[in-house]
């Protein structure tokens, strides 16, 4: 079945005359740039935003995937913390960052005479809140992945198939996704979580959260890297006291995508 929709995701984009694709170097972006790379040669173009959101290890990987391949690579600057709308961190905050993405995208893909933007949405995409996808799809951005009918557990399938060495790679995200709606977004904010999470991995935690409610660090990981916290977590609490936290705790429900819309789909007692 997975190989059947691939074929579908070759078609379609063979019918596209060149191609910008949002790339981040994660796993559903670089199944995407492979394909297209293959399918469209050099009529094709990663961009990859960067910001104080994006935590640098991830523009890093990026890039060396980029390198790996020989896939055509560029950066884009973003400015959405200039944007009030943006900072104020309302529920659909994403909506406007992708705006600015998205607009710088296809003034690139219109310097180089290309009729596609491509994001790498999936189908399981469609069971969070995401209002950064409608943005996208106002703005006439395609998702290949989810056209062909390509779920996250077929795209790690066929990118190990593949060899491509992010199949497993932890899913990741901007880091204003680390802090509570409402509660305004400054880049002193982002370094700070970013800081925590780099911490982490330095402990050898791959899929990991650090949610920030302002003075209170509430760290999400998978169920079998619970022991690991305990038994370092008087040398993660001093760390991330250090950073400038007050209260370091450990979320019992474990790492989980989007806990921050819990609140959008669950209210408030």
């Known amino acids: 079945m997975a190989e059947k929709k691939e074929t579908s995701l070759r078609e379609l984009l063979a019918d596209c005359n060149g191609a910008v694709v949002a790339f981040s170097g994660g796993v559903d972006s670089t199944f995407l740039a492979k394909a297209a790379h293959d399918v469209l040669g050099e009529k094709v173009l990663m961009v990859t935003a960067t910001s104080p959101a994006h935590p640098e290890h991830e523009l890093q990987a990026a890039k060396n995937i980029a390198a790996l391949y020989g896939f055509p690579h560029v950066y884009i600057r973003t400015n959405e913390l200039e944007n009030e709308l943006y900072c104020s961190n309302p529920p659909d905050r994403c909506y406007f960052c992708k705006q600015e993405i998205v607009g710088k995208m296809w003034k690139i893909a219109r310097e180089h005479g290309f009729d596609c933007v491509f994001d ?9 809140f995401r209002p950064g996808a409608r943005a996208a799809k106002e703005l006439g951005v395609r998702s290949p992945l989810q056209e062909a009918g390509l779920t996250k557990a077929e795209i790690r399938y066929l990118s190990q198939k593949y060899g491509l060495p992010t199949w497993n790679k932890p899913s990741s995200a901007c880091l204003a996704t680390r802090i509570p709606y409402g509660e305004r977004i400054t880049a002193e904010k982002l370094a700070k979580v970013g800081a925590a999470e780099a911490y982490l991995r330095t402990l050898g935690i791959g899929q990991l959260r650090v949610r920030q409610h302002q003075q209170l660090a509430r760290i999400e990981v998978l169920p079998e890297d619970l022991p690991l916290i305990l038994q370092q977590r008087e040398q993660i609490t001093a760390r991330l006291k250090e950073l400038g936290y007050i209260y370091v705790t450990v979320d019992l429900q474990g790492y989980r995508t989007g806990s921050m819309n819990e609140i959008c789909t669950k209210g408030v007692d």
Not at 120 to 128: E, I, Q, R, W
């Open 120 to 128: 790498g949405a999936n189908v399981d995409d469609t069971d969070d």
